[in-house]
């Protein structure tokens, strides 16, 4: 009857095991060797104790070293993701795992960005125009009223050329944070 429950319990472990494991590995295959050399020393920088984990109360503070800055949201759904059990830590792994997501979402975002920013530029110039742009802010969506359109324009427009090219685009549209992935 031990040895049935030792395999019962070994088959349990397994199969769990096997499950988590593909999923993780999916994540980070999509982090070139060089993002995972970089995450791997940030991690190791918030591992106090040497033990391969990091408090859960620490991710913010990590997540901005790296130079992403989530909302309270996004910083809560991320340590759901990180710390599946609520142990109150982390490991490498798991925060692995995190910035493979992470890095899937930017890529999505990308994406839609890129299909909006074509959609405003019809003739493929690379650019957006003032015009252009103040009539999308004005009349889609949440409208903006004239001045609210104009002074956004005005701090996409970076450079002052009185156009909105993809760079401007995705800082207005998504703030600095974007440039992480690119």
Sequence with gaps: MVSTNLSASTAARTRTESTLRPWRFWQTERLSAEQIKEYKGVFEMFDEEGNGEVKTGELERLMSLLGINPTKSELASMAKDVDRDNKGFF?????????????????????????????????????????????????????????????????????????????EFVAMMTGESFKLVQ
């Design 91 to 167: 490991n490498c792994d798991g925060f692995l795992a995190l910035m493979g997501i992470y890095h899937e979402k930017a890529q999505n975002q990308e994406g839609e960005l890129r299909a909006a920013f074509r959609v405003f530029d019809k003739e493929s110039k690379g650019y957006i125009d003032w015009d252009t742009l103040k009539y999308v802010l004005m009349n889609a969506g949440e409208p903006l009223n004239e001045v609210e359109a104009e002074q956004m324009m005005k701090e996409a427009d970076k450079d002052g050329d009185g156009t909105i090219d993809y760079e």
